[in-house]
């Protein structure tokens, strides 16, 4: 099984990870000064102690060297005894320390800034070198310079440079694990919100969906994350209530012919009857099941619209034919109501789209047109491809009240409540007409015009031409 990551585990890690290379660059860093330092001081000390053993040479009008031998003996005796080598400017030696053999200090050159390098002195000890060029004074006055070596042990220094090691080391060790035991509290403190947040989520279930994340309280970088959480619950939300209002929609719109299929029934069944009454009772029965099974086959394939399971076929489309062919469908209810019907749009007026959906779209507009235009008005589809213009579908009204021009594309929405419509009309014509717009990319919107006209004007689609 696969561990899952932690992200406390994550963000100590880092922390410790960080922190360490941090604390190994600064104890380096701290380190290679200190030991600096330090063997600039043991330099000055051996440059002090080579200008001191120099003092104690002099050369002689005979152009002999004279040493204070004993003087320069006590430097060779005791703890941290001082090794040294004086030679003349022609390379000959001068004097040195006792014990000491040719060949033990390295030969250089050195004209005018000290040398100084480690090396393994004759007690099998290391030390550090320094090499000095100092003038020394003559019975006359003149001085030359003389090439004076010195050397000491570096075990203090040694010791030293270790102890700090050791010093930075355990600070270091010491410092990482406690920063690594608080920044592991911290970012479970910090963390802590996130716990709160999921058991908030947990309370929230198909029957709560009211509830909401508290923002308050929530860091700074969760803020976003809880809002869009938030948002994403009032669309759950709204979602869930329209399809409970579905439920009660459809529930509420197929009660009415049932009741009506069975009263037929019933009515029929009271007592024996001559055969043409039978006749009529079954097809005001076939009347309502014809009703019933509109509205079913309307509300499917709303479904399926909804839930982008129906294909497109795009071809070329006259657009003058198709309305004049949609209308006719409707022009026997529309004579009944003397509405003028005018088919403004143009011959040459070709788009390419999908027929069916197309002509679904046209037979909807135009039945609501047909059934809500008061009587004796008109109707009339003009279109305009060159401003993005697919259908205008208009009548003279009367106009829709302009709080319900948005919701009347709502399942099972009326702007008057007291209306029933039949199946043409129960509230799933103008929901189903905005589906089959979005599925082949176009736009429908409903809009009040001057005189009390009312029109429905769908888009072009982007790419249809």
Known sequence: MTRRPSLQRRLTLATAGVLGVALCAFSLLLHTAFTRALSRQFDDTLAAEARGIAGLIELSDDGRWEVEASTLAQLTRGRGLTWFEVRGPDGSLITRSS????????????????????????????????????????????SVRVSVAVAKETEDMDEVSSLLWGVLALSGVTTLVLATLVGLVATRRGLRPLGALASRVEE????????????????????????????????????????????????????TPLSGLRTILEVSAMRERPAAEYRVALAEALGVVGQMHGLVERLLLLARLEARQVPVETEPIALKELVDTCFAAVAARASERSLRFENRVAEAAVVASDREKLRLILGNLLGNAVEYTERGGS??????????????????????????????????????????????????????????????????????????????????APGAR
């Open 204 to 255: 929230i279930d198909g029957a709560r969906l009211d509830l909401r994340l508290p923002e308050e309280g929530v860091p700074e970088e969760l803020r976003p994350v809880v809002s869009r959480l938030n948002g994403l619950l009032a669309r759950l939300e709204a979602a869930f209530e329209r399809e409970r209002q579905f439920s009660a929609d459809v529930s509420h719109e197929l009660r």
């Open 99 to 142: 014990g000491l053999d040719d060949g033990v200090f390295p030969r250089g050159t050195r004209d005018t800034s000290p040398g100084n390098r480690t090396i393994l002195l004759p007690n099998g000890e290391r030390g550090r070198l320094l090499e000095v060029l100092v003038p020394v004074g003559g019975e006359k006055g003149h």
């Open 379 to 460: 109707i009339q589809v003009s279109s305009d491809l060159s401003r993005g213009l697919l259908l205008d579908v208009e009548d003279s009204g009367p106009p829709i009240p302009e709080p319900a021009l948005e919701r009347i594309f709502e399942r099972f929405y009326r702007a008057d409540v007291s209306r029933t419509g039949t199946a043409e009309h129960s509230g799933v014509g103008l929901a189903l007409t905005r589906s089959l717009c979005n599925v082949i990319g176009s736009r429908i919107r409903a809009e009040n015009r001057l005189g009390g006209r009312v029109a429905f004007v769908v888009g072009l």
